[in-house]
């Protein structure tokens, strides 16, 4: 089944805490994404990787960072979580971003919530 | 950068009503996608639009691509209790994939 996992699903942890939300994906996709969503401010992209080993900054970077050693992964890091990184998290992964190579939707994976005292 | 007004923030709707949701943009837009996600739930992909004034249809759902590509629109006909959830337009900028805020969708039974 094609899909994209998260793990884990729900986190409560302290500020300063290193913590590592994972994401795979077994459709051999090319592009893949991190969002945050928050009430009232829609889904924000953190940061996205167009392969392997290229990655950029989304729209909100800050205090977060990730890695694309391999097709198939692409893990968040927190290095020093703070209360504002409270959020619900999602991963995404798609074909490719651009509309010649066809179609692009993004497949979500089903989120994972986290909580910074 | 280029950001996205999504139109309106929340809408209830009776039943068998009709419901749009608008997406509006200051630049052209090479393309958009839209999304649905249900209540605790994560989004999923509905369409994608690229050309100028492209309508496209999914039964009830009715997708349009402004003349200018500088907005699109979401038309569902006669709402059903499954058509709850959050519709997010998602155009894309360059390399990256811009979600609007969302239009929350509430059905009235």
């Known amino acids: 089944e094609a899909q994209v996992t998260q793990n884990p699903r729900y986190l409560i942890t302290v500020t300063g805490k290193k913590l590592t939300v994972t994401c795979s994906q077994n459709m051999n996709h090319e592009y893949m994404s991190w969002y945050r969503q928050d009430p009232g401010l829609g889904l924000r992209q953190i940061y996205y990787s167009m392969n392997v080993e290229v990655t950029d900054k989304g729209d909100v970077p800050e205090g977060y960072k990730v890695s694309r050693k391999e097709k198939r992964n692409f893990p968040l890091i927190l290095e020093s979580p703070s209360p504002n990184q409270t959020s619900l998290y999602f991963c995404?992964?798609?074909?490719?971003?651009?509309?010649?190579?066809?179609?692009?939707?993004?497949?979500f994976g089903p989120g994972t919530r986290l909580t910074v005292t | 950068g280029q950001q996205v007004m999504q139109i309106p923030q929340y809408q209830h709707v009776q039943e068998g009503e009709d419901f749009t949701t608008y997406c509006n943009s200051s630049?052209?837009?090479?393309?958009i996608q839209w999304y649905k996600q249900r209540p605790g739930g994560h989004p999923v992909f509905l369409i994608q639009?690229?050309?100028?004034?492209e309508v496209k249809k999914q039964k009830r759902l009715t997708f349009q691509f402004g003349e200018a590509k500088k907005n699109s629109s979401l038309h569902i006909t006669a709402t059903q209790t499954t058509d709850v959830g959050t519709y997010f337009c998602?155009?894309?900028?360059?390399?990256?994939?811009?979600f609007g805020k969302g239009t929350r969708l509430h059905i009235l039974p």
């Open positions: 630049t052209t837009l090479s393309n």
């Open positions: 998602a155009p894309n900028r360059d390399d990256k994939i811009i």
């Open positions: 995404a992964s798609s074909l490719s971003v651009w509309p010649g190579q066809g179609n692009y939707e993004q497949y």
């Open positions: 639009l690229v050309k100028s004034g």
